[in-house]
């Protein structure tokens, strides 16, 4: 059984920096995508990147030049580095892999609060 553990929420000010990790225990080979969602209080949960097994991204409008998303394919985890923190970024931050064959995989999710 192949799950998703997140790891690097937490409290940041505005302005500040986090990192974001997803791990992939278990057999997990045919990962081809992944990506990071997040739903913030009272919001519909959104894209807000995502990377091919080729390194091509996709970023949300709203986060684009202030997050990367990267993978270490030989770890099957995959990395969110967040900057510039706006209140606005505010949200439970999910991360999901699709692998094929296989579907997809959705981890349990991890609190980005952005305050002073």
């Known amino acids: 059984q192949v799950q998703l553990v997140e790891s690097g929420g937490g409290l940041v000010q505005p302005g500040g920096s986090l990192r974001l990790s997803c791990a992939a225990s278990?057999?997990?080979?045919?990962?081809?995508?992944m990506g990071w969602y997040r739903q913030g209080p009272g919001k519909k949960r959104e894209l807000v990147a995502r990377i091919t097994s080729g390194g091509n991204t996709d970023y949300s409008n709203s986060v684009k030049g202030r997050f990367t998303i990267s993978r270490d394919n030989a770890k099957t985890t995959v990395y969110l580095q967040m900057n510039s923190l706006q209140s606005e970024d505010t949200a439970v931050y999910c991360c999901?892999?699709?692998?094929?064959?296989?579907?997809?995989?959705w981890g349990q999710g991890t609190q980005v609060i952005v305050s002073s």
């Open positions: 999901t892999m699709t692998r094929f064959p296989g579907g997809d995989l």
């Open positions: 278990g057999s997990n080979s045919n990962v081809i995508n």
